[in-house]
């Protein structure tokens, strides 16, 4: 009946020990596993066949939306990230969707896995950026045409902002899953609770199995959309670095 105990991080097994620390297999990293399992199975199993037959058009799906998606964003330059930003894309999108089904475990709706991946594309975007611009990597803070009286108060925004994408990225995607979770889990709770007072109960818990419902498929398109939102975003935060003038 606790909503919050279905994001509890439960150990499976030790793996060893490191300064004194004990190094856990989990149920977040068994997850994890099945979500790389299946996108690897996904984009490996199917082949290339000239007619593609079921799981290789939904990998070749996959690959032409986020191939679209980089180039609208961030241009044909940014199409040497696509392994990083299809393997983000893919990574959230399936394990979000596992995180639905009854009784497994959700593992973007931990801020530390959101904010590592948010950290990932926030140091690639910096260091890329540094890389191929030099220290015009800077021009990103100094947008162009602003009056000079007002330049440094722009310049501050426009850093602090830069240094807030990692949280904003990452607190996003976390909350986004952790709510929707909840929600479908207290809604769910009313239905035994409901079913046991009697025949009334019975018809007085319709209403909540019909939320339920209705929750699911909500949650089954935010899965998808969150995983979009972090791509997108990725695609114009490293868009910043490959063209960091405004």
């Given at each position: 009946?606790?909503?919050?105990?279905?994001?509890?991080i439960?150990?499976?097994?030790?793996?060893?020990?490191?300064?004194?620390?004990?190094?856990?297999?989990?149920n977040?990293?068994?997850?994890?596993?099945?979500?790389?399992?299946?996108?690897?199975?996904?984009?490996?199993?199917?082949g290339?066949?000239l007619v593609?037959?079921?799981m290789?058009s939904?990998?070749?799906?996959?690959y032409?939306f986020?191939?679209?998606?980089?180039?609208s964003?961030?241009g044909?330059?940014?199409?040497?990230?696509f392994?990083?930003?299809?393997?983000?894309?893919?990574?959230?999108?399936?394990?979000?969707?596992?995180?639905?089904?009854?009784?497994?475990?959700?593992?973007?709706s931990?801020?530390?896995?959101a904010?590592?991946?948010?950290?990932?594309?926030?140091?690639?975007?910096v260091?890329?950026?540094?890389?191929?611009?030099?220290?015009k990597?800077?021009?990103?803070f100094?947008?162009?045409?602003?009056?000079?009286?007002?330049?440094?108060?722009?310049?501050?925004?426009?850093?602090?902002?830069f240094?807030?994408?990692?949280?904003?990225?990452?607190?996003?995607?976390?909350?986004?899953?952790l709510?929707?979770h909840?929600?479908?889990?207290?809604?769910?709770?009313?239905?035994?609770?409901?079913?046991?007072?009697?025949?009334?109960?019975?018809?007085?818990a319709?209403?909540?199995?019909?939320?339920?419902i209705?929750?699911?498929?909500?949650?089954?398109?935010?899965?998808?959309?969150?995983?979009?939102?972090?791509?997108?975003?990725?695609?114009?935060?490293?868009?910043?670095a490959?063209?960091p003038?405004?």
């Open positions: 009946m606790d909503p919050i105990h279905q994001f509890n439960q150990k499976i097994f030790t793996i060893g020990h490191i300064g004194g620390q004990e190094i856990a297999f989990t977040s990293s068994l997850y994890m596993l099945v979500a790389v399992a299946i996108v690897a199975i996904l984009m490996l199993l199917p290339r066949k593609p037959g079921r290789q939904v990998a070749e799906i996959s032409e986020v191939a679209n998606t980089i180039r964003t961030a044909s330059e940014g199409m040497k990230f392994p990083l930003i299809f393997s983000l894309f893919m990574f959230l999108a399936v394990s979000n969707l596992v995180g639905i089904i009854p009784y497994t475990f959700t593992v973007a931990h801020l530390i896995v904010a590592a991946l948010a950290f990932l594309v926030f140091f690639t975007v260091i890329y950026g540094f890389y191929k611009n030099g220290l990597f800077f021009k990103l100094v947008p162009s045409g602003i009056p000079i009286f007002i330049l440094p108060l722009v310049v501050f925004i426009e850093v602090f902002s240094f807030l994408r990692p949280i904003s990225h990452s607190v996003r995607l976390f909350a986004n899953m709510a929707g909840i929600a479908l889990k207290v809604f769910a709770s009313f239905i035994p609770v409901l079913a046991g007072i009697g025949i009334i109960g019975y018809f007085g319709v209403l909540p199995l019909g939320m339920v209705a929750l699911t498929a909500l949650e089954l398109l935010v899965a998808f959309l969150q995983a979009y939102v972090f791509t997108i975003l990725t695609c114009i935060y490293i868009n910043d490959i063209h003038g405004h």
